[in-house]
């Protein structure tokens, strides 16, 4: 089991140095579905909102989000983002959406927390323009599924 790296030996946080690492291309994969009531999902799928096209609305917010992460979490490292993607998936049985978002970089540290930060933003948003029709909606299942790049090696879950 690895130790925590982002406190020094007195206990204070501490963003973690970075510059010895070598640079490699790294990508992660995250995901999240949100549920809600039959008639609200049919509104996003038929684009039927009166806000807009949330689909494409959450989309661009969860873009958004992994860029600003390092302005989010204290301690993430700034990163050059090259590939931030959002999909949907849309399941009428169960009146739900998944989220999936895969983030890319060349650089010393990993794209973990911009892929969770992306899912997050996009299910958050899809929650915000939905929330006058359907305040039940629930968010699950929001995880890393894969990691590519970088000395701990991949991940996949």
Not at 39 to 65: P, S, T
Not at 119 to 139: E, F, N, P, W
């Amino acid at each position: 089991m690895s130790e925590f790296t982002h406190f020094n030996r007195e206990g204070d946080a501490i963003m973690v140095d970075v510059s010895e690492k070598k640079e490699t291309v790294r990508e992660a994969v995250a995901i999240g579905s949100i549920f809600m009531s039959r008639d609200c999902y049919k509104k996003v799928v038929n684009h039927e909102i009166g806000k807009g096209d949330v689909l494409q609305c959450a989309r661009i917010a969860g873009i958004m989000g992994a860029k600003k992460t390092s302005e989010l979490i204290p301690l993430c490292h700034i990163l050059n983002l090259t590939k931030a993607e959002i999909e949907f998936k849309t399941d009428d049985e169960k009146n739900s959406i998944t989220v999936y978002c895969r983030t890319k970089c060349v650089g010393k540290t990993g794209v973990e927390m911009e892929a969770l930060t992306g899912v997050q933003i996009a299910l958050l948003t899809i929650y915000d323009m939905c929330k006058a029709l359907d305040r039940h909606m629930h968010m699950e299942n929001i995880h890393l599924c894969e990691k590519t790049g970088g000395k701990s090696g991949d991940f996949f879950y």
